[in-house]
């Protein structure tokens, strides 16, 4: 079973960067290549740069929506003064 991502199981990465002024009402979406509609096909693991932590974790920052190709992340504490900068790791998931 090959799915976008590579083989069943395969991890690709990419970094996306949440801009400080791309919040709105708390969320921001974002371009995420390789991110599929399905959320049951594919497993989505969004982790903060190292410099990027503490301002993510205060902020409250989760993902809550994906689509093809983007991911939705919302601040549910406050929006951060700073942007921020994720790895966004894909896995696809086995059938």
């Known amino acids: ?56 974790y205060d902020a409250g920052v989760i993902a809550t929506g994906q689509a093809a190709n983007t991911l939705t992340f919302t601040a549910r504490n406050s929006a951060p003064a700073t942007n921020l900068t994720v790895y966004v790791t894909m896995q696809a998931v086995q059938e």
């Open 1 to 56: 079973n090959t799915g976008p991502t590579g083989p069943a199981g395969a991890l690709t990465s990419v970094t996306v960067t949440l801009a400080a002024s791309g919040w709105s009402n708390g969320t921001q979406t974002v371009s995420v290549p390789g991110v599929l509609a399905d959320e049951a096909a594919q497993l989505i693991i969004p982790v903060p740069v190292l410099a990027s932590q503490t301002a993510y």
